[in-house]
């Protein structure tokens, strides 16, 4: 997106470039974020923080590798000093780890701000159906073996049934059963017919996030958003995101996928998918993380105005009491 409607995007070759062509505009934002996983990222913070008047933010779209990196010392784009400089800390998972990020790293206020989807993107469609299961999804070796449970071993217990694997990256040494169709690349903007094709979808989550729980992919968004029933392994928190069993199937066994795709009438399908879409409409759209940023922001900015005028009343009445109660 070189040139969106809604923002003005610069690109800079260097942190000295970046400081020398937009300090101003920094120094006058009324908030400035910085995400993880940027270029010298730990550099930029120590600079971000103290060239900037507005609420400084870190957003963390991998809070749990995040945390464990900052822990032993390893993380290559935030230190772990810079944590209690930032007025939020925004991240992609909640629950516990928001807790442990203000105990053991001083951040001062931990927040989920979580993925989204865009519903003018990611939409019902109405296509044929060419498979009973499908997933999307990079490869990765931590979510391998979730994805031959729920996925590959359900097709070899279902020769007459219809699957797909989309994504890149996978081994060239994989054996794929005979109905499961294997698809290196899906564009984004053939999600929606992807989704559509399938009578259910499958999400995998990867090891950090189900052990730290309360972080929904963006995949499970997107899928629901299309009002495509999903069936995904369990993790904590993720009731919290959808209702099992009635806006989302848990599984965590072969047996479980069989049996909820063996029970799945095209009335059941539609109706799932439907409340799925109807949650997602209402808490997880973009334009719903806009407000809660704007939100959290807020809540900054009214919270230091609040503070100065509570130390412009203590300097005017220091060393003697107030003639009447602050309150009146």
Not at 16 to 27: E, K, N, R, T, Y
Not at 147 to 160: C, F, K
């Amino acid at each position: 997106m070189p040139s969106p409607p809604f923002c003005e995007t610069a690109l800079y070759e260097s942190l000295d470039d970046l400081f020398v062509h937009h300090q101003q505009a920094i120094a006058e934002a009324d908030a400035v974020v910085l995400g993880s996983y940027v270029t010298d990222g730990s550099r930029l913070a120590q600079r971000l923080l103290t060239a900037t008047r507005g609420v400084r933010a870190f957003y963390d779209i991998d809070t749990p590798i995040t945390l464990r990196a900052l822990l032993d010392g390893t993380c290559s784009y935030l230190s772990a000093r810079d944590v209690p400089s930032f007025d939020l800390y925004l991240s992609f998972s909640g629950g516990p780890v928001l807790q442990r990020l203000e105990q053991e790293l001083g951040a001062r206020h931990a927040e989920p701000l979580y993925c989204s989807v865009d519903p003018r993107l990611y939409y019902p469609i109405e296509t044929r159906q060419r498979w009973d299961l499908g997933y999307l999804g990079t490869y990765s070796a931590d979510r391998q073996p979730v994805l031959d449970r729920l996925l590959l071993e359900p097709a070899r217990r279902r020769p007459d049934a219809t699957f797909i694997v989309a994504g890149p990256q996978y081994p060239d040494d994989l054996s794929w059963p005979h109905n499961v169709t294997r698809r290196e690349h899906v564009a984004p903007y053939e999600h929606c017919d992807f989704y559509a094709s399938q009578r259910a979808t499958l999400n995998v989550t990867r090891r950090d996030m189900v052990e730290a729980g309360y972080s929904p992919s963006v995949r499970l968004f997107e899928a629901a958003a299309c009002g495509i029933p999903i069936i995904s392994d369990t993790w904590p928190g993720i009731e919290s995101f959808f209702v099992p069993g009635e806006e989302i199937l848990l599984a965590e066994t072969s047996s479980d996928v069989t049996r909820h795709l063996a029970e799945l009438s095209e009335q059941k399908r539609r109706a799932i998918g439907a409340r799925a879409r109807a949650r997602v409409l209402r808490e997880h759209t973009a334009a719903r993380r806009a407000e809660q940023l704007e939100s959290l922001v807020l809540g900054v900015l009214n919270a230091r105005r609040r503070a100065s005028a509570l130390a412009r009343v203590a300097e005017r009445f220091h060393g003697r009491p107030p003639e009447r109660d602050l309150d009146d």
